[in-house]
C-alpha cells in the first residue's frame, strides 16, 4: 500500500515539472528580443562582398549590421553595371530588336566607331590575302608511261589566281611547263619520284606553300585479256548446270581500257556482261569467239572456246590407313569416273582469320596425289591432318570430293607376333566295349577280386554288420550300469 502511494506522488511531481517547462517555453518565446526566433540565415563574414538585386557591390559588416542608405549611382557610358543573370520567360512571337546607343552626359548619343578588321587595303586588281581561301596543291600527278607522251597538270587550289610554280626533282624525260603548270615530257625510264612544289599566289601579300608531290612512272605494256584460271582458259561446262566464268584484263599501271566482242558466238544460254559470261548451257557442243581490248595507246585480240559436256565428271573419296613418318607411302585415296581425263588432284587444309591475316591449318607434307588417285610419298610431319581432297579434269571441271583426316604415325608400331596354332592331337583308336558294365561308383580290380556294388569285397559285409552291433550292445550295457548308480547330492 504504501509503495502505491509513492508511486502516485512521484508521477504527481513529474506532470507538474512539465507544465512548468511549457509555460516557462511559452514565456520566453513571447518576450524573447525581436529578430532572435525568426534569424534568416547568417550573412557572410565580414570583409567579404555580395551583389544586391541592382548589381552595386557592397562590403558586409556583420551577420545583423544594416548598411547606410546611399544614393543609387548613376551608369555612365563607359560603365556596365554586373547584373546577375536571371532567368528570362520564353518568347515563342518574333519582337523588334531594341538597338540601345550610349549616350554623353550631355544626352546626346555617343558616335560609335567604326570596327577595325588590322587587315592592310590591297591596291587595285588585288584581293586581301585574309579574303582568300587557304592555298593548297594535291600532293600527286596521274600516272605517266616510259616512251609514251605525258601530260599531267598540277592541280592547285585556294588562293587568288593566278599562280607561279616552281618544281625540282623531277623524272627523267620530264619537265615542269610554267606557262601550263603542268608536268610534260617523254618519260625514258620507270621512276616514283617525289617533286618538290613551291607555289606563290596573287594575294596581298601572297600566299607560298611548298608541298612534295609524287610523280609515277610506270613501265608500259601492251593490254592483253585472258580467262580468270591457272591455265587462262575457259573451264568446260555441263548441260544444265548453271556457268559462270570471268575475264582478267591486264593493263599498264591503272591504265583505262575497252573490251569488244569482236567475233564469234558463246554457248546457247550463255551471254556476256562487261568481263562477265553467265547463263545456264543448253547445248552440247565446244564454241570459239573473240574479243579485243584496248587502252590510249594500243590494242590486242584474244580467241578463247568453251566446252560444254553432257555430265559432270564424279569423284569417290576413300579412307586411308595411317602413314609413318620418314617412310615410303602409298594408299588410294580418290578416284573420278566421267569427265575428260587427266586429272588433277590436290588436297587442301582448313584456312583461317586473325584480323586481316590469313593461314592454313598444316598438312600431312611430303604426301601428294597422283593422276590416279594414290596418296604418295614420304611424309616429314607427324600428327592428324584434316584435309579436303578435289580433282579438276582436263576440261577444267573443278570438283570438291569429301574431307577427310590423314594420320602420321611418329613410329612404327610394334609387331605384336600371334602364337603358332597347336597341332592337332594324333588319332586313337576307340576301346573295346567291356564285357560287363561295372556300376556307377565302383573301382576296376586289378587283383582278380569280386567287389560288390558298395566297393567293399564280397562275404565282408556280414562281419562287418555283427561287429558294429556288438559295439552298440557294449555301450548300452554300459549306459544302464551308469543309470542305476545312486547319485549323491553333496551338500554345502
Not at 550610349?102 to 546626346?108: A, F, Q
Not at 618538290?196 to 610523280?215: F, K
Amino acid at each position: 500500500m504504501g509503495a502505491f502511494v509513492w508511486e502516485r506522488r512521484l508521477f504527481g511531481k513529474a506532470t507538474r515539472l512539465l507544465l512548468v517547462g511549457a509555460v516557462a517555453s511559452a514565456l520566453a518565446l513571447q518576450f524573447a528580443p525581436p529578430g532572435m526566433a525568426d534569424a534568416e540565415v547568417p550573412a557572410p563574414s565580414a570583409g567579404l562582398a555580395s551583389h544586391d538585386d541592382r548589381g552595386v557591390v557592397e562590403p558586409t559588416l556583420g551577420p545583423i549590421a544594416t548598411p547606410p542608405a546611399t544614393p543609387e549611382p548613376t551608369p555612365s557610358p563607359s560603365v556596365t553595371s554586373p547584373v546577375d543573370a536571371k532567368p528570362q520567360p520564353a518568347i515563342t512571337e518574333p519582337s523588334t530588336p531594341i538597338t540601345t546607343e550610349p549616350t554623353l552626359p550631355g544626352g546626346e548619343p555617343q558616335a560609335t566607331p567604326a570596327p577595325t578588321t588590322g587587315v592592310v587595303h590591297a591596291a587595285a586588281g588585288e584581293v586581301p590575302a585574309a579574303e582568300a581561301e587557304p592555298l593548297a596543291v594535291r600532293s600527286y600527278v596521274e600516272y605517266g608511261y616510259v616512251g609514251k607522251p605525258y601530260d599531267a597538270p598540277l592541280v592547285i587550289s585556294g588562293g587568288t589566281a593566278p599562280y607561279t610554280a616552281a618544281v625540282t626533282n623531277l623524272p627523267p624525260g620530264v619537265t615542269f611547263d610554267e606557262s601550263t603548270l603542268s608536268f610534260v615530257g617523254s618519260p625514258t625510264a620507270e621512276a616514283f619520284a617525289t617533286a618538290v612544289v613551291t607555289v606563290t599566289d596573287s594575294s596581298a601579300p601572297p600566299q607560298v606553300i611548298t608541298q612534295d608531290v609524287s610523280v609515277t612512272v610506270w613501265d608500259y605494256f601492251q593490254p592483253h585479256v585472258q580467262a580468270v584460271s591457272y591455265t587462262g582458259e575457259f573451264q568446260d561446262g555441263i548441260l544444265g548446270v548453271p556457268y559462270n566464268a570471268e575475264l582478267r584484263i591486264y593493263t599498264a599501271g591503272s591504265m583505262p581500257y575497252t573490251l569488244t566482242w569482236v567475233s564469234g558466238e558463246l554457248p546457247p544460254g550463255l551471254s556476256p556482261s562487261g568481263k562477265i559470261i553467265a547463263g545456264t548451257p543448253t547445248t552440247v557442243g565446244t564454241y570459239s569467239f573473240t574479243v579485243r581490248v584496248a587502252d590510249e595507246f594500243s590494242s590486242t585480240e584474244a580467241s578463247f572456246s568453251i566446252t560444254v559436256r553432257a555430265s559432270a565428271p564424279l569423284g569417290i573419296g576413300y579412307i586411308v590407313p595411317p602413314a609413318v613418318l620418314g617412310e615410303p607411302y602409298s594408299a588410294k585415296i580418290a578416284e573420278v569416273t566421267g569427265g575428260a581425263a587427266p586429272y588433277d588432284f590436290w588436297w587442301s587444309t582448313p584456312r583461317h582469320s586473325a584480323g586481316s591475316l590469313w593461314w592454313h591449318d598444316p598438312g600431312p607434307d611430303g604426301l601428294r596425289i597422283d593422276a590416279n588417285g594414290m596418296l604418295n610419298g614420304t611424309p616429314t610431319s607427324a600428327g592428324t591432318f584434316w584435309v579436303q581432297v578435289g580433282f579438276r579434269d582436263a576440261g577444267l571441271v573443278e570438283r570438291e570430293i569429301f574431307w577427310t583426316t590423314v594420320t602420321v604415325l611418329a613410329t612404327r608400331p610394334p609387331v605384336v607376333e600371334q602364337p603358332p596354332a597347336p597341332n592337332p592331337p594324333a588319332a586313337v583308336d576307340a576301346p573295346a566295349p567291356p564285357a560287363a558294365v561295372t556300376p556307377a561308383g565302383a573301382l576296376a580290380s586289378t587283383s582278380g577280386t569280386e567287389l560288390a556294388a558298395t566297393g567293399l569285397p564280397s562275404g565282408s559285409l556280414t562281419s562287418t554288420l555283427w561287429v558294429a552291433a556288438g559295439l552298440l550292445a557294449v555301450g548300452a550295457a554300459l549306459a544302464a550300469g551308469a543309470l542305476r548308480r545312486p547319485w549323491r547330492r553333496t551338500r554345502a
